[in-house]
């Protein structure tokens, strides 16, 4: 019996994905084993002088700015893994979604929309890892459009995007390789097909501007930006454990479950689960909430 280039092509594409799968199961426990010595973290007597909750583009950003100051310990908690530098390769973002490494939320069945989804619901990924949400998008990067934040301010006189906002935008985007500044790799697409040349030739005949970002256009076409470095997905995290901030104590699979206060006012420390038992962390200056658009909210 012979194999046509179809059934063979079917062979390896199932091959391929078992092997996918066996490799997220390992890195699911890999914790485990990487940090079997690391549970100093978990005495009760040991302080910090913050606790940031979530590794992901914010919290690894706010962890690395405040651990600037030498004498700060901060301990950064997260409720994922570590990962593994293979996924950092962009297509991987999609195939990691419904796995352990996402936090698997769905929508309530829509009466009006998602109709061709099961049971009308619709999938919002959220990343369970260090580097968060970050691990799993396509990466585009997009400001927000200036109006929409000087909309916020439309009661404030004398604040605006461009004073108040833009600065913090250029603060934490990173353009060249050579540059320390910044936690946010940003780079052209590196490919497009001649369907975007299209597209923004036959919206420039239109009248509409083609543009490189938001800051000096209501409306408009161009290519997008996006969060990679030399081919590879880049998000803070990235940067945060490229530089090796030993003031910064990353502690993973740590699910933090409440925020303790003083006096229902002041937070002074977390309470989190680690391997079935409960732990208290202490912060003599804050606590931190960046555990994504759902949990810091909530």
């Known amino acids: 019996m012979f194999f046509n280039n179809q059934s063979i092509l079917l062979l390896l594409y199932t091959f ?9 199961r390992y890195l699911e426990y890999s914790d485990f084993f990487l940090c079997y010595n690391c549970q100093e973290v978990d005495s009760p007597e040991t302080l910090f002088d913050y606790i940031v909750v979530g590794c992901g583009s914010a919290g690894s950003i706010v962890a690395r700015r405040l651990a600037e ?26 195939l990691l979604q419904q796995t352990p490494f996402d936090w698997q939320y769905t929508s309530v069945p829509q009466k009006r929309s ?3 989804l099961h049971n ?10 260090v580097g968060g949400t970050g691990m799993l998008n396509n990466m585009i990067y997009v400001r927000g459009h200036p109006e929409d934040f000087n ?12 004073e108040y906002v833009l600065p913090y935008f250029k603060k934490v985007e990173k353009w060249t390789h050579e540059s320390d500044y910044g936690s946010v790799y940003i ?25 490189q970002h938001t800051e000096n256009c209501e409306e408009g076409f161009g290519l997008p930006k996006i969060n990679s470095i030399n081919g590879q997905r880049w998000t803070p995290a ?27 006012f002041e937070a002074y420390g977390v309470k989190y689960s680690y391997l079935g038992d ?9 606590v931190i909430l960046s555990a994504g658009k759902y949990f810091a909210t909530f």
């Open 187 to 211: 780079s052209n697409l590196s490919f497009s097909t001649k369907l975007s040349s299209y597209v923004l030739k036959a919206a420039k005949e239109l009248n509409f501007d083609i543009t």
């Open 16 to 24: 391929c994905i078992f092997l996918f799968g066996c490799f997220i």
């Open 238 to 264: 990235n940067m945060l454990l490229k530089k090796g901030t030993p003031n910064i104590i990353l502690r993973t699979k740590r699910i933090v479950e409440k925020i303790l206060f003083h006096n229902n």
């Open 151 to 162: 909309n916020w301010f439309k009661e404030k006189e004398g604040y605006s995007f461009k």
């Open 69 to 94: 100051n030498k004498k700060i310990r901060v301990l950064l908690l997260e409720a994922g893994n570590h990962g593994n530098s293979l996924l950092d390769i962009p297509s991987f973002g999609l």
């Open 278 to 286: 409960t732990y208290i962390a202490r912060a003599s200056k804050g």
């Open 114 to 116: 998602c109709l061709s």
């Open 120 to 129: 009308n619901a619709s999938i919002w990924p959220m990343g369970k890892m």
